[in-house]
Nanobody, 122 residues
Framework: VQLQASGGGLVQAGGSLRLSCAAS????????MGWFRQAPGKEREFIAR????????YYADSVKGRFTASRDNAKNTVYLQMNRLKPEDTAIYYC????????????????WGQGTLVTVSS
């Protein structure tokens, strides 16, 4: 499975961005797709998950109500809509795929995209 993340950039606090993660290679229809982020000097943090088969989502408290994960089966792509961004959301954002579709632990994700940088200015 190859994952290609895109959509990062520079945005002012309160603004929005949408990240995309295109999957190719082996079918991911039974996988869970996770979004993680890593800020400088910090550990990689789980922020959202979506089950490819059902579309069921789960969010970390830090982003709940502001971020929304979705998927487009026809395009084999998952998205992370990020609204009301804050400076503390600044990080490199990664998408990942896990055979365990309910996982929130980075160690349980099997495939990773290359990361896309999100910078939120105050």
């Amino acid at each position: 499975v190859q994952l290609q993340a895109s959509g990062g950039g520079l945005v002012q606090a309160g603004g929005s961005l949408r990240l995309s993660c295109a999957a190719s290679g082996r079918t991911v229809s039974n996988y869970g797709m996770g979004w993680f982020r890593q800020a400088p000097g910090k550990e990689r943090e789980f922020i959202a998950r979506i089950r490819w088969s059902s579309g069921i989502t789960y969010y970390a408290d830090s982003v709940k109500g502001r971020f929304t994960a979705s998927r487009d089966n026809a395009k084999n792509t998952v998205y992370l809509q990020m609204n009301r961004l804050k400076p503390e959301d600044t990080a490199i954002y990664y998408c990942a795929a896990a055979r365990v579709p309910t996982s929130t632990r980075a160690s349980e994700y099997d495939y990773w995209g290359q990361g896309t940088l999100v910078t939120v200015s105050s």
